[in-house]
């Protein structure tokens, strides 16, 4: 799926935004919402479209990356509970975890919880 990561903009609702509680990491959350023409369900699968695990995971990046640029160093732990089909609102949550880089996600669509997943970032600079 070529230019894929540049195709993700055009699907947000709402943009990253980080949400402090006191006691608790900050969390950053972005919402999405697919159309049946994105490139993303082409193949998967005929007749019965379902977002990629691989889309899930770039969104869990995105979010985390917060609008900078970030690599995808490593997925830890990745869990597919439920599938996402084209038209539903897709809510991302990630916040830190236990070490540096490190981020956990929970990927939901109609307030039902459809991936779950442990992951590392590397932060880079953006030369202009």
């Known amino acids: 799926m070529p230019g894929l990561s540049q195709e993700l903009s055009h699907f947000v609702v709402t943009p ?12 950053m959350q972005c919402h999405f919402m697919f159309t049946p023409e994105f490139s993303g369900f082409d193949g998967h699968f005929p007749d019965n479209p379902l977002l990629p695990g691989i889309v899930q995971i770039m969104l869990a990046r995105y979010t985390a990356a917060v609008g900078k640029s ?3 160093c490593r997925v ?14 897709v809510s991302v949550s990630v916040k830190p975890g236990r070490s540096t880089g490190e981020y956990q996600a929970t990927i939901a669509s109609n307030d039902v919880a459809c991936s779950a997943m442990v992951f590392e970032l590397e932060h880079t600079e953006v030369w202009q």
């Open 16 to 27: 990253p935004h980080l949400i402090c509680r006191e006691g608790e990491p900050d969390t």
């Open 70 to 72: 970030a690599r995808l």
């Open 76 to 89: 830890k732990r990745c869990k597919f509970l439920h599938a996402i089909k084209p038209g539903e609102t």
